[in-house]
């Protein structure tokens, strides 16, 4: 079964905290590939970063950092230094070749609010 | 500048009404998706086209039905046969049909059954 789960509904931080948000997801496959999108207030979902299965680098972007464990089966997200302009749902995405690699498995999405 | 234009952004339906959602896109992109988003719920796929004058179903396709005449449009109409229509919806396109393509996204339409 393919499935991607997003455990923490709805994150409260102030402001410069750090935060990591988690994405757990499930496959059979081999290759496959893990996407983090943000939904800000406005509705339209903004892409942040793609990972395939074989890269398991580390990736940092700015004040974003992405930490993907095969052996977890994890992909998680982590923003340092928060701003009220992070406030946003973030969803974790798989594709994988037995899910159909035409259709996105979307995790639930957690709630990010950053208070000043 | 190109993108995706979903209209209208809020719709009320009565019950027993069809509805049809727009979705337009200049990017030039082969691939077409309709989403729905619920509170508290990941997206679900209802319908995509991987081309024009074709279209599969995807998760929740009952009660949905789509056309794709153009390469630019791909409208969806949310059909009386839908029991529970009020959800947001989102469109996407991709420039290839692979699942591993970014997807581009509108903005969305709200839809309320009253």
């Known amino acids: 079964a393919q499935k991607v789960t997003q455990a923490q509904t709805e994150i409260s931080v102030v402001e410069k905290e750090d935060v990591t948000l988690d994405c757990v997801y499930e496959?059979?496959?081999?290759?496959?590939?893990l996407f983090w999108y943000k939904q800000p207030p406005s509705g339209e979902l903004v892409f942040l970063i793609r990972?395939?299965?074989?890269?398991?680098q580390n990736e940092i972007s700015g004040r974003y950092s992405w930490n993907f464990q095969k052996s977890t089966s994890s992909f998680n997200f982590t923003i340092t230094a928060s701003q009220v302009v992070d406030s946003a749902v973030y969803f974790c995405?798989?594709?994988?070749?037995?899910?159909?690699?035409?259709?996105?498995?979307f995790g639930a999405g957690t709630r990010l609010a950053v208070h000043p | 500048d190109g993108g995706i234009t979903q209209s209208p952004k809020y719709l009320f339906r009565k019950e027993g009404q069809n509805v049809t959602l727009s979705c337009e896109q200049n990017?030039?992109?082969?691939?077409m998706y309709w989403y729905r988003q619920d509170p508290g719920q990941g997206l679900r796929l209802i319908y995509y086209?991987?081309?024009?004058?074709?279209?599969q179903k995807g998760d929740i396709a009952e009660g949905y039905s789509v056309s794709r005449e153009k390469k630019e449009s791909f409208p969806l109409t949310v059909t009386s046969a839908q029991k529970n229509p009020t959800a947001f919806y989102l469109c996407?396109?991709?420039?290839?049909?692979?699942?591993?393509?970014?997807?581009?996204f509108g903005a969305g339409s709200r839809l309320t059954v009253l």
């Open positions: 990972r395939n299965s074989f890269d398991e």
């Open positions: 995405a798989l594709s994988s070749p037995s899910g159909g690699y035409n259709k996105l498995i």
């Open positions: 990017l030039n992109h082969d691939a």
């Open positions: 086209s991987q081309i024009v004058n074709d279209f």
């Open positions: 496959t059979r496959d081999t290759t496959y590939y």
């Open positions: 996407a396109s991709t420039s290839g049909g692979s699942g591993a393509n970014v997807l581009t």
